[in-house]
């Protein structure tokens, strides 16, 4: 595993709903966001050290389950809740497949921490996939960072592995932040 993988598959851990699992990780996210020199992965797993579990499942209810702005659903930033996410999900599940990645039905394939895990698995389609989706991403980010959330850190984490900002994607961050996702327009007059 390369260190972009080690990575992806932290901050897969570290986007997921907080457990006793995760909580037992600790000291090996700790050496992978230490040999990587990650700071802002190191910031968020001192919040997780010193965070009681039980406060740390009511904050991520509190930040990624009743805050739309802060979905981790990377297709609701491009489609909302529209026809054309339906596609845009079976088009990411058909990626995994073909990489033989099966998925269990109690998540769907477009939540960042399955996509993390994915690219942690397949580093060239991953990334690709992420890089599809990183104006989300990085309206998530900017999200997080408004509401103060500490999970911040770890999308801070997330975008530092991929290539920086440039052109189009600065414009379409920019675009979703003023418009937010389509809403579906069928069956509506004009």
Request: net charge negative; aromatic share 6%.
């Amino acid at each position: 595993m390369n260190r972009s993988q080690a990575v992806w598959q932290a901050q897969s851990l570290l986007l997921g709903y907080p457990s006793d699992e995760l909580i037992d990780r600790l000291d090996l996210l700790r050496q992978v966001a230490g040999a990587l020199d990650d700071h802002p992965m190191r910031r968020f797993l001192e919040h997780l050290a010193a965070t009681p579990l039980a406060e740390l499942q009511a904050d991520y209810v509190a930040t990624f389950d009743q805050r739309k702005r802060c979905c981790l659903y990377l297709t609701y930033y491009a489609y909302g809740d529209t026809r054309k996410r339906g596609m845009a999900l079976l088009s990411v599940k058909q990626s995994y497949a073909a990489a033989g990645l099966r998925l269990t039905d109690d998540e769907l394939p477009d939540h960042l921490a399955v996509v993390l895990e994915y690219a942690a698995a397949e580093p060239a389609a991953g990334e690709a996939l992420l890089l599809e989706h990183r104006a989300g991403i990085e309206l998530l980010r900017l999200a997080l960072h408004e509401s103060h959330s500490p999970w911040a850190h770890v999308l801070d984490s997330v975008s530092a592995t991929l290539p920086p900002l440039h052109g189009d994607i600065g414009t379409a961050v920019r675009q979703l932040a003023a418009q937010g996702p389509p809403e579906e327009q069928v069956g509506a007059y004009r």
